[in-house]
Nanobody, 131 residues
Framework: QLVESGGGSVQAGESLRLSCTAS????????MAWFRQFPGKEREGVAG?????????KYADSAKGRFTISRDNAKDTVHLQMNNLKPEDTAMYYC??????????????????????????WGQGTQVTVS
């Protein structure tokens, strides 16, 4: 199970920090990623981070320079620090992990893409609204 938190309503230019805590073997030991979904649109990738020794973070173009993904493997938790938020960032944000080992979700998140929902574990989402 993946549980997101930290969403809310903010003004443009403000910041939010999203968190995702995994339980029940849903924390992928290779990659964890964040995706978002606009109303009526498909999900898109935001950022991914390698949860192994590599620790590399990857970002979609929309997130570069404003968002920072981080991990706390001891707590099976990943965070998404979002600064200088814009109204176009308004969306439901999801944390996700591939059911299989590997970096696929990180690669897709960096490309702004999203994998098939049934290919992994997804949280319930946390709403971010920027006005």
């Amino acid at each position: 199970q993946l549980v997101e938190s930290g969403g809310g309503s903010v003004q443009a230019g403000e910041s939010l920090r999203l968190s995702c805590t995994a339980s029940g073997y849903t924390y992928n030991r290779y990659c964890m990623a964040w995706f978002r979904q606009f109303p009526g649109k498909e999900r898109e990738g935001v950022a991914g981070i390698a949860t192994d020794a590599d620790g590399r973070a990857k970002y979609a173009d929309s997130a570069k320079g404003r968002f920072t993904i981080s991990r706390d493997n001891a707590k099976d938790t990943v965070h998404l620090q979002m600064n200088n938020l814009k109204p176009e960032d308004t969306a439901m944000y999801y944390c996700a992990a591939d059911r299989n080992p590997g970096y696929r979700y990180c690669t897709m998140a960096a490309r702004g893409q999203a994998p098939p929902p049934d290919s992994g574990y997804w949280g319930q989402g946390t709403q971010v609204t920027v006005s």
